[in-house]
């Protein structure tokens, strides 16, 4: 084995047992701060500290140095300037057995440093309470991140906590190991410090680009938060975690899970697709997806209503798939969901009495999220490819009534526009090609995937008419989400009984399909604005 990979290579990492005699703390957030303080001054630890959290540790009755007593130097800058100091770094950094940094520690008064407690700065809370430019500045910490990472540089001596969680953790190791820390314990936390630090910095970098107008930087840093380890990805034989990401858009990410066993990788990829989707529409709307592709979706002036049309665009295919909703989940919604069987329900509420008549579903996963997302909300997303990063602005084009243009003789009806903006709202949510057919509100069939646009068109209308009988679409609106690249899908929709048709336009040969439409009698919009989703 390459030296070069053994974490015991560096000579300070044979020493696996280190006392811990003198440890700082300095924390933003004082979760646990008392309790640790206390473990560790019953273990004979010294104690020093800055600011709020010395503060802190001496009104609980602790003894504490400040230290700017250890330094000789007192904070200054606003707090800026108080543990920047060869005193701290000397003795976070300095080798135990390199016989060089220990005579140089002595000439200069540097004591070890056995232990560092920090975290960092509230600048994510910052931003996210609206805090203007410059403070956010002022919450970008400095000291704390350059203390973690000499910390956890030597970790062969010192152990580093950036995180509450792990107190009990080095507390239950010092008893254990009559007041010492293990190699074992250390490696991970100053693996945890580093992946600290890099999100902490990446929050900063993310933040900093969007204040310039750049979202796409020369070196972009993107970070996430655990939230847990799943039971394994796309298939079985995968290893699959979930995390969070700075944004707080509201979605499966912020969700609170209600009930039902743990969300899979699957799970949770159809989740926020159905989310993402219903939360599109002004009125009372459900989408039932499957497989990252919808597969009814309905408006109505009910949550009830809108389901039961939702449902009945392909029953088949909604057994056990993902219901989401974009109003408060009641009662009479939730007795039509019962008699399905779901993996997940996501909604921005839930009524008690929609939760008691789920709570026997035991395996139904039930999330509760406080809110939706905003379809217009600006942002990006990221794409994994060989070697690389695919990253773009999130599709968060809409089209209103105005924007339409219509290039047939025959203009479309009020009604056929409002089914032809339903449907094209959903196109932007089905996998390409993407054909919707649409009627008052509710989708008949749909064509997700295909390689060909008139597959799609010809598969949407052989679910409406699995769904609703032979001639089911019939006087029904399409969407496309990209051009008619060929008269032939559009011939396909005619064929099928469409009256209406919304598509991006933009081909070569938009006369040739604009004609074919005149000449069935439709009417037809473009929008200029395509929806590809792959």
Not at 28 to 36: A, F, H, P
Not at 149 to 160: D, F, L, M, P
Not at 358 to 379: C, F, I, M, S, Y
Request: hydrophobic share 45%.
């Amino acid at each position: 084995m390459s030296t070069a990979a053994d974490p015991r290579a560096n000579p300070d990492a044979d020493r696996d047992l280190v006392p811990l005699r003198r440890a700082l703390l300095s924390v933003s957030d004082k979760e646990g701060l008392i309790d640790l303080a206390r473990g560790l001054h019953e273990r004979g630890v010294e104690l020093i500290s800055t600011g709020g959290t010395a503060k802190a540790i001496a009104e609980a009755g602790l003894p504490v140095g400040e230290v700017a007593e250890t330094t000789g130097f007192p904070e200054i800058l606003d707090g800026r300037v108080k543990t920047l100091h060869p005193l701290v770094h000397g003795g976070l950094l300095g080798k135990r057995l390199d016989t060089t940094h220990q005579q140089q520690m002595e000439e200069h008064g540097i004591r070890p440093i056995d232990l560092l407690v920090v975290n960092l700065y509230p600048f994510r809370e910052t931003v996210a309470g609206g805090g203007d430019f410059q403070a956010c500045i002022e919450n970008i910490d400095i000291g704390g991140p350059a203390m973690i990472r000499a910390a956890a540089k030597n970790h062969a001596a010192v152990a580093v906590l950036t995180d509450p969680a792990d107190y009990a953790a080095l507390l239950s190791e010092l008893e254990a190991e009559a007041g010492q820390t293990g190699g074992a314990l250390r490696r991970r936390l100053a693996a945890a410090a580093f992946a600290h630090t890099a999100s902490y910095d990446a929050a900063v970098s993310g933040w900093f680009a969007l204040q310039l107008g750049e979202p796409f930087p020369k070196e972009l840093a993107l970070a996430g938060t655990r939230v847990e380890t799943l039971r394994y990805g796309e298939n079985p034989h995968q290893q699959a975690a979930f995390y969070r990401s700075g944004p707080t858009r509201a979605g499966v990410a912020t969700a609170e899970q209600l009930q039902g066993k743990q969300l899979s990788y699957n799970n949770i990829n159809d989740t926020d697709a159905a989310f993402e989707l219903v939360a599109e529409f002004e009125r009372p709307a459900v989408a039932i997806i499957k497989h990252a592709n919808p597969c009814g979706v309905a408006e109505g002036e009910s949550l009830a209503e809108a389901y039961s049309q939702a449902l009945a665009c392909d029953p088949v295919s909604a057994f056990g798939g993902i219901i989401a909703v974009n109003r408060p989940l009641d009662a009479a919604t939730a007795e039509k969901i019962a008699d399905l069987f779901a993996e997940v329900v996501i909604a921005p509420e839930v009524e008690t009495a929609a939760r008691d008549l789920l709570a026997d579903k035991k395996n139904l996963r039930l999330l509760v999220t406080g809110g939706l997302p905003d379809p217009a909300e600006a942002g990006v997303t990221a794409k994994a490819v060989s070697g690389g990063l695919l990253v773009q602005s999130r599709d968060n084009g809409r089209i209103a009534a105005d924007r339409l243009e219509g290039v047939t003789r025959r203009k479309p009806t009020e009604a056929e526009i409002a089914d032809l903006l339903f449907a094209f709202r959903v196109a932007k949510h089905v996998k390409s090609n993407a054909i919707v057919y649409a009627r008052c509100g509710a989708t008949l069939g749909i064509g997700a995937g295909q390689m060909s646009r008139v597959d799609s068109a010809r598969i949407a209308a052989i679910k409406a008419e699995q769904a609703f009988g032979a001639g089911a679409a019939k006087g029904c609106v399409v969407a496309s989400d990209a051009f008619f690249p060929f008269a032939d899908g559009l011939l396909a929709a005619v064929e099928a009984g469409a009256t209406a048709v919304i598509q991006p336009g933009g081909s070569v040969r938009d006369q040739e399909v604009i004609a074919a439409a005149d000449e069935a009698g439709l009417a037809m919009v473009f929008t200029g604005l395509r929806h590809f989703r792959h």
